[in-house]
């Protein structure tokens, strides 16, 4: 058994680290989450070293690297902002890992190029009002015409980032099976096709990039942009989904990380009775509980990434991973808010963001209510 990095991976780290220090240092996280504006040049600058590209094969221009190497990109761009980790994590994973997976030959040669050199942007549109938690009890429709295209009809919600992207791969019904699970098809779809009404929707937190509501109105797509096989699209889809808990959960500890090192360097520097308030018991237990969570967080998140890329990994790690990371995450920030006290409250002081942001970790991408029934389930309950 070993726990450590290999030499190559601590190098990657440490140049992740000093990139991202310098393209996307505090005050830029801070200037995109209160204007509203997606981090794109950090984005960008990541994009021109090629870190999009880190899963794709090298036969389509990517480096072709490991779910660990993943996990370590996750990490660090969390670390430095959250709201930049889940972006790459959408085009990575639904733009790379699903192109990669589900594609045809024509699909992977035109996406998998584009995606790995950054020019394309992704995002994943499941969840409808009436169906979150739910998710395969979904209605959007999409109708073939007979004439090698499919309509679509519907309404999705919640769609992260559909408003800066160039294809959102979208979860609609092509048939009525005798499960929900049935009749559900996978799509390519391009953000700027007739019919479609993209509204931005006003959150608590995730300010930079955040989410959306999208009408499809008779939107006709190629039947070139089915992803996969038709009507057997659901389990390609959860499928995804605990990819995506590998990388949510990879950069929410990276940002879980970061609320903490605020939380300690305030401990250390706030004096309250004549000392540096961390001196109190009551604060550096709390510190010492953060400490813990976010380390038993890393161990998990990088046990993940190493069974996923072993290919031994089950939905039940995902799940347990996924609970675990995120409540931590919303732990770690609570604390961390009530260590500044006061100036925890306040907008000027970084731990507010932390608080805001953290909240969706135990909502989006399966609840942790969610996350506790299938736990439950695997243990026969
Ligand atoms: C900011 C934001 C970004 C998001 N981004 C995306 C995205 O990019 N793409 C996408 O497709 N979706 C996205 N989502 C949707 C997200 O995954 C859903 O909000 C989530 O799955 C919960 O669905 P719901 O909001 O409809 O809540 P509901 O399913 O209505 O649940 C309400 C409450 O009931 C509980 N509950 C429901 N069913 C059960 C049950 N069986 N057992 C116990 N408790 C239960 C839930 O845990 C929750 O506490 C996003 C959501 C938000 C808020």
New binding site residues.
């Given amino acids: 058994m070993d726990f450590g990095f290999s030499q190559e991976q601590e190098e990657l780290r440490e140049h992740l680290r000093s990139h991202l220090s310098k393209v996307c240092p505090p005050e830029y996280a801070e200037a995109c989450d209160r204007d509203g504006t997606p981090p794109r040049e950090a984005y960008n600058a990541l994009a021109e070293q090629g870190w999009l590209g880190i899963i794709v094969p090298k036969e389509y221009g990517g480096s072709e690297q490991n779910a660990i190497e993943l996990a370590i990109l996750l990490e660090e761009a969390g670390r430095h902002f959250e709201e930049l980790g889940v972006w790459l994590f959408r085009t990575i994973t639904y733009g790379g890992y699903a192109v990669m997976a589900h594609g045809t030959k024509a699909q992977k040669e035109y996406f998998l190029p584009k995606v790995a050199k950054g020019e394309l942007s992704f ?5 409808e009002p009436e169906s ?4 395969a009890a979904l209605k959007t429709r999409a109708r073939p015409d007979g004439n090698e295209n499919y309509i679509l009809n519907g309404q ?1 919600v ?4 559909m408003d800066i992207s160039d294809y959102c791969l979208l979860v609609a019904r092509t048939n009525d099976g005798e499960k929900k699970q049935q009749g559900i098809t996978n799509f390519l779809v391009d953000t700027t096709l007739d019919g479609i009404d993209i509204r931005k929707i006003d ?1 608590l937190g ?1 300010r930079a990039i ?2 959306t509501q999208v009408f499809y109105e008779d939107v006709q797509v190629p039947a070139t942009a089915v992803l996969g096989t038709v009507d057997e699209g659901w389990a390609a889809a959860d499928a995804y989904l605990w990819y995506e808990r590998l990388c949510l959960s990879a950069a929410r500890t990276g940002a879980a990380l970061a609320a903490f090192d605020c939380a300690l360097e305030y401990a250390k520097s706030r004096n309250q009775f004549g000392r540096p308030i961390g001196k109190f018991q009551a604060i550096s237990h709390k510190l010492a509980d953060m400490k813990m969570m976010l380390d038993i967080s890393r161990t998990m998140v990088y046990r993940f990434a190493w069974l996923v890329s072993e290919g031994r990994a089950t939905r039940e790690d995902a799940a347990v991973l996924k609970l675990y990371s995120s409540e931590t995450y919303k732990a770690v920030s609570d604390m961390g808010l009530q260590i500044f006290g006061g100036y925890g409250y306040c907008m000027e002081y970084p731990m507010q963001r932390f608080f805001r942001d953290s909240r ?1 970790s135990v ?8 996350q506790r ?1 299938i736990i439950a389930r695997s243990l026969g309950l």
């Fill in positions: 995002c994943f549109g499941l969840t979150g938690s739910d998710a999705k919640f769609t992260s980032g959150t995730h955040g989410t969706l909502i989006g991408a399966g609840t942790s209510e969610i029934n």
